[in-house]
């Protein structure tokens, strides 16, 4: 009998022991093919491949095969239906916006990393915040977190009279520069507080906020012109927000709820009202 018991603890033993071994290749097997996923995601692809001339003109085709598909699928898709908005989403080049390792996810409909923790909006929300404003050729606008420039971009490409202030100046400085080089010099960019606007180039017929804040800054709908519109993530600045366009009548803020969103705080004065 105790012969037996010792046999069955050893049988015990040993599928103790089988099972540990697998557990371990299972783990290893698991470390391996998550490093190779990493390795290859961050090593060029076909689309970055040339990092001397990242545009070569079959990555050019490739990039605007890529934003087409974005158009189609994610823009028409859905909601997005002003041909406008729609023609420019299709023109600018998101993948100039971005960091060469994520270029070839540029027309994917999410955001993106970009310097100093912040991102590059996902083009569903570029598309509609801009949408939304119903802008006008010659109508003058302030963004608020320039980031990337890449919304400054798209607006630049209805109305010239693109004024966008960014917080970061190491952020601010290189938009500017990317701007510049992308054809895009007459988008103003400043580098400061957004909470206070802009007031020298006030009054203006919308204004555009990409940072989110849980209330609207008084300056900003005083620098909004009478029947101004102004886009705004509003709510939490922790979790989730309501994307809200604010119409200025008769001197009075005309709320309207457009969307549940997702964006990085405003950080500066608007931080003392959290």
Request: glycine share 6%; net charge neutral.
């Amino acid at each position: 009998m105790q012969e037996a018991r010792y046999k069955m603890q050893d049988k015990e033993c040993r599928i103790s022991d089988a099972f540990y071994l697998a557990s371990c290749l299972l783990l290893l097997t698991f470390s391996f093919f998550l490093l190779d996923t990493i390795f290859h995601f961050f090593s060029p692809s076909p689309l970055n491949a040339a990092e001397d001339n990242p545009l070569t003109p079959f990555n050019k085709g490739e990039f605007a095969s890529a934003r087409k598909k974005m158009v189609e699928r994610d823009l028409k898709g859905r909601d997005i239906i002003d041909p406008k908005v729609l023609e420019i989403m299709g023109k600018v080049e998101r993948h100039r916006f971005v960091d060469k390792h994520f270029q070839s996810v540029a027309y994917a409909d999410h955001p993106l990393p970009i310097d100093e923790g912040q991102t590059i909006s996902q083009p569903y929300i570029v598309a509609l915040m801009t949408q939304v404003l119903k802008l006008k050729s010659g109508d003058k606008i302030l963004e608020i977190g320039t980031g990337s420039g890449y919304q400054a971009a798209v607006l630049s490409e209805i109305t010239p009279n693109i004024y966008t202030i960014e917080i970061r100046k190491k952020l601010a400085d290189k938009a500017e520069s990317r701007l510049k080089e992308l054809g895009y010099g007459n988008v103003k960019v400043k580098a400061a507080d957004g909470y206070f606007g802009w007031e020298e180039h006030a009054p203006f017929d919308a204004i555009i906020v990409t940072c989110a804040a849980n209330h609207i800054p008084p300056p900003l709908t005083k620098q909004l012109k009478e029947g101004g519109r102004l886009v705004i993530p509003l709510g939490s600045t922790t979790y989730y927000q309501t994307l809200t366009l604010i119409t200025k009548i008769k001197g009075e803020l005309d709320v309207q709820h457009i969307s549940g969103v997702a964006f990085v705080p405003m950080v500066g004065e608007a931080e003392k009202g959290r």
